[in-house]
């Protein structure tokens, strides 16, 4: 199944955003000075860049088809209530009235973390780059089998 036009603009802002402000380099060298094994900081970054990419994508594209089917248990739930009819109706005030408080400014809540509270995450993963080191040693075997 292919990603429907909304979710691939979703996708797309979702990209470009990170492409904006994402600093690559801060990671990258991070991990550099974490670990000595690395070859190629081109392809680290290029590798590292593309995997987030990968993954924040697919959160869009998983999140959206989440809410499409909250929609539909959420429209089957009024239909209980209210009919056919009186859903469609209640379903269309209740659209409005996001588009609303969109138009307003509202509707994503953003937040940033702290120095601190990356520093502690980037901590966390120290132990997990061997770990992932030989993951990706074991896949690129397995690859050429």
């Known amino acids: 199944m292919n990603l429907d036009i909304e979710t691939r603009g979703w996708i797309s802002g979702t990209v470009n955003s990170v492409f904006e402000k994402q600093i690559v ?30 993954n924040i994508a697919g959160n869009v594209a998983s999140r959206r088809k989440l809410e499409e089917k909250s929609e539909k248990q959420f429209k ?26 969109r138009a307003k400014g509202g509707g994503q809540i953003e937040s940033e973390l ?16 061997q770990r992932f080191r030989e993951k990706i040693r074991k896949e690129l075997a397995m690859r050429s089998i």
């Open 76 to 101: 089957k739930g009024l239909e209980k209530i209210y009919g056919k009819e009186g859903a469609t109706k209640e379903l269309r005030e209740y659209h409005a009235i996001l588009e609303e408080a």
């Open 25 to 54: 380099l801060e990671t990258v060298n991070w991990i550099l000075e974490t670990d000595d094994q690395v070859e190629s900081q081109e392809d680290l970054a290029l590798g590292y860049f593309m995997g987030s990419l990968m």
């Open 114 to 129: 702290t120095e601190e509270e990356t520093e502690d995450i980037r901590n966390m993963l120290i132990p997990m780059i």
